[in-house]
Structure formats: C-alpha cells, structure tokens
C-alpha cells in the first residue's frame, strides 16, 4: 500500500494524485497551488507559501 501523498505546506494529506501537484516528490495541495497562484509579495501569508516552497526547492525538511 503507497503512502498518500502530504501538502508540505498545510500538511494536509491529499486523498487522490488528483486533488494537488507533485513537485520534485513534494506535494501541495489543490487549496495551497490556489493560494500559490493568487498571492501577491504583499500577502502576509506569502512568506509562510514560500518558506514550503523553499523545503520543496531545497530538498530538505527546514
Ligand atoms: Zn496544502
């Protein structure tokens, strides 16, 4: 049995391959690719998005 796949950002598990995207293993979630997508630098939850990006990026768990 395969390990569902974890948004590194919310830490929600993702229910199907489907329901978000796989980057370099790493997995975001539908909701986070969303709010990805729609944030500005300006957003004070943008630091927060790309601190996950970064783990993603960098390969490692910060
Ligand atoms: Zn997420």
């Known amino acids: 049995m395969q390990e569902l796949p974890v948004c590194v950002i919310c ?8 329901a978000g995207i796989i980057i370099l293993g790493k997995a975001i979630c539908a909701d986070c690719e969303q709010k990805i997508i729609s944030l500005t630098g300006n957003e004070p939850d943008y630091a ?7 783990k993603i990026w960098c390969g490692r768990e910060a």
């Open 11 to 18: 830490r929600s598990v993702l229910a199907n391959p489907d």
């Open 48 to 54: 927060v998005y790309i601190s996950g990006l970064r």
